[in-house]
């Protein structure tokens, strides 16, 4: 099995939200591995394009990616846990400071540079817009002071009350930049890009919004093998649970590939491969690591020959209601990862 992974359509993504964010340089989100694509092979191609910002979620995802991305650029967006000073001091990556007590705990560690998170509406990570904000940064040194969109993706008032509080906000936090926008917030104009916006799933191929679908290209192609080609006869049932009765006699091809890597079990009876402009469509269940297609469209494919998954990110969306983000973030690590470019 093996991701093949599109570097040309990576650039070209980072390219064109860099330059949708107008004034503001786009930076990266690589968290979960670079949303299961392989975060030091990202930010490899990115940095080389000019994407100077990566955020990441934990701090031992910024140690993996030592030596690829200067330190003073790499944002650890889960901030400082207890226990996790001398991590945040050994100069992997930035901290995002999320709460008073984080904030503590950074002043007592040393302090220096770092970014703060404001949670201006999401009530998650971040100090409360309401808070004393002024008092809990004073004196701080912040590069970024960020805050994220609960809804951007969707046309919400939220959108605008988040940015209102965010400028609210800003006014009483000293910072060299200023950052609010992940992909979709980009598409939501100038008032929302400030000085650096933190695209994550459009750079990978997701399309967040229609604003962005002419902008953003596919980026992961998953491919596998047929392990058998089976005549199945008419009767006879495909799969657990006996869900696909063939009504003719059909060639069918069994797959390595399941729901244990990622490739989910809500595909079953409406997913499907393609073969040249051919519909391969899944006949009954996903098992854990076997898929069965029918092979009618395409009578040259045999046992060893690769195909490639119909995986379309908004439409797979859409066909299960499993988010884009859970599809990229999901796919396991039994494939080969395959850069082209
Ligand atoms: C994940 C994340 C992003 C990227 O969001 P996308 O919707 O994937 O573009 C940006 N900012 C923060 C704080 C995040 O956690």
């Known amino acids: 099995m093996r991701l093949v992974l599109d570097g040309g359509a990576l650039v070209a993504n980072w390219r064109a939200l860099d330059r949708l964010s107008g004034k503001a340089s786009a930076g990266a989100a690589v968290k979960a591995d670079g949303y299961g694509l392989g975060a030091s092979e990202v930010v490899q191609r990115l940095s080389k394009a000019g994407c100077g910002d990566f955020f990441v979620a934990h701090w031992g995802?910024?140690?993996?990616?030592?030596?690829?991305?200067?330190?003073?650029?790499?944002?650890?967006?889960?901030?400082?846990?207890p226990g996790e000073e001398a991590a945040a001091r050994a100069g992997f990556a930035v901290p995002v400071l999320n709460s008073a007590e984080q904030i503590t705990r950074w002043r007592?560690?040393?302090?220096?540079?770092?970014?703060?998170?404001?949670?201006?509406?999401?009530?998650?990570?971040?100090?409360?817009?309401?808070?004393n904000i002024a008092g809990l940064c004073a004196g701080l040194d912040v590069d970024l002071c960020m805050s994220h969109l609960a809804s951007a993706d969707e046309d919400s008032a939220q959108n605008a009350a988040q940015l209102q509080r965010f400028e609210t906000v800003r006014q009483s936090v000293q910072a060299a930049r200023y950052s609010?926008?992940?992909?979709?917030?980009?598409?939501?104009?100038?008032?929302?890009?400030?000085?650096?916006?933190?695209?994550?799933?459009?750079?990978?191929?997701?399309?967040?919004?229609?604003?962005?679908?002419?902008?953003?290209?596919?980026?992961?192609?998953?491919?596998?093998?047929?392990?058998?080609?089976?005549?199945?006869?008419?009767g006879d049932s495909i799969g657990y649970g006996a869900t696909y009765v063939a009504r003719h006699d059909m060639r069918t091809a069994t797959l390595a590939l399941g729901y244990a890597d990622g490739?989910?079990?809500?595909?079953?009876?409406?997913?499907?491969?393609?073969?040249?402009?051919?519909?391969?469509?899944?006949?009954?269940?996903?098992?854990?690591?076997?898929?069965?297609?029918?092979?009618?469209?395409?009578?040259?494919l045999s046992e060893g020959d690769w195909i490639a998954a119909?995986?379309?990110?908004?439409?797979?969306?859409?066909?299960?209601?499993?988010s884009q983000y859970e599809w990229l973030?999901?796919?396991?690590?039994?494939?080969?990862?395959?850069?082209?470019?």
């Open 263 to 300: 490739f989910k079990r809500a595909l079953s009876s409406i997913g499907a491969f393609r073969h040249g402009d051919a519909r391969l469509p899944i006949l009954g269940r996903v098992s854990m690591d076997l898929t069965c297609i029918d092979l009618a469209a395409a009578p040259d």
């Open 329 to 341: 973030t999901q796919i396991g690590r039994r494939f080969d990862r395959i850069w082209v470019d």
């Open 108 to 131: 007592q560690a040393g302090g220096g540079r770092c970014h703060v998170m404001i949670d201006t509406g999401m009530s998650r990570l971040g100090l409360d817009w309401r808070e």
């Open 61 to 81: 995802e910024a140690q993996a990616l030592a030596g690829r991305v200067d330190p003073a650029r790499l944002a650890v967006l889960h901030g400082i846990a």
């Open 310 to 322: 119909d995986l379309v990110l908004p439409e797979v969306q859409a066909a299960t209601g499993i």
């Open 180 to 234: 609010f926008a992940n992909s979709a917030g980009i598409a939501l104009g100038r008032d929302y890009q400030f000085d650096c916006t933190r695209p994550g799933l459009a750079l990978y191929g997701g399309v967040p919004c229609d604003a962005l679908a002419k902008h953003v290209s596919p980026v992961m192609r998953l491919e596998t093998r047929i392990l058998q080609v089976r005549h199945v006869r008419a």
